[in-house]
Nanobody, 125 residues
Framework: VQLQASGGGLVQAGDSLRLSCVASGDTFRTYVMGWFRQAPGKEREFVAAIPRGGGRGVYSDSVKGRFTVSRDNAKSTAYLQMNSLKPEDTAVYYC???????????????????WGQGTLVTVSS
């Protein structure tokens, strides 16, 4: 599957932004979708993931309560709604997909075998 992330941009602290990740093909519903981010000079880290059928997402502690992950299987698209953005949320955000990943591994980037190109989110103070 090929992934195309979009929606990044420059916003101010407290603003909201929604990222999208469109997948190619007709097997989107078989993939767990994850979001990761990499800030300048830092390692890539887990942000959120959503199961194949949708429903409750899994979040890192740093974004819990502010970010919401969702998906529309009919549109082969995953979303990351980011509210109350902070300067420390500044990063390149990547979407990832995997058809075999298990729940306990949602936060492990090396379990995802399909990655989008990343979209830059910059939050100014």
């Amino acid at each position: 599957v090929q992934l195309q992330a979009s929606g990044g941009g420059l916003v101010q602290a407290g603003d909201s932004l929604r990222l999208s990740c469109v997948a190619s093909g007709d097997t989107f519903r078989t993939y767990v979708m994850g979001w990761f981010r990499q800030a300048p000079g830092k390692e890539r880290e887990f942000v959120a993931a959503i199961p194949r059928g949708g429903g409750r997402g899994v979040y890192s502690d740093s974004v819990k309560g502010r970010f919401t992950v969702s998906r529309d299987n009919a549109k082969s698209t995953a979303y990351l709604q980011m509210n109350s953005l902070k300067p420390e949320d500044t990063a390149v955000y990547y979407c990832a997909a995997d058809s075999r990943i298990i729940t306990s591994s949602y936060g492990h980037q090396y379990q995802y075998h399909n990655w989008g190109q990343g979209t830059l989110v910059t939050v100014s103070s």
